[in-house]
């Protein structure tokens, strides 16, 4: 093993544990958002619903700034935003892919 190999690894090791975690959670998350599109599907409800995706995002956010004070808390936020705002883009088009199918 090489030395920056080394010195990496216990953080290379936290964040793939904190990786795994997150992807089980995604595909939690998945899993809803399938019976969502369903639930959409059955009561004329559009997939996408523009006062939902802001919510999510700023909720997003919201928990970073209240968790991280100051300016790395605003920066944190910011990114986390940026994430949830492509997670939900791509779940959007999930449940309108299945409420066409």
């Known amino acids: 093993m090489s030395k920056v190999q080394e010195i990496m690894k216990p ?8 990786d ?7 595909v939690e998350r998945l899993g809803i958002v399938r019976e969502v599109a369903q639930i959409k599907l059955k009561n004329k409800i559009p997939a996408v619903i523009e006062e939902r995706i802001a919510e999510v995002i700023d909720r997003a ?3 970073v700034e209240a968790a991280v004070p100051g300016e790395v808390g ?3 936020a910011d990114r986390i935003r940026e994430i949830y705002a492509l997670m ?3 779940c959007c088009d999930l449940e309108e892919e299945l409420m066409e199918s």
């Open 61 to 63: 956010g919201d928990r």
């Open 74 to 76: 605003e920066d944190d």
């Open 20 to 26: 795994d975690k997150i992807v089980d959670l995604m």
């Open 11 to 18: 953080y290379r090791d936290r964040i793939d544990a904190l």
């Open 88 to 90: 939900v883009v791509i």
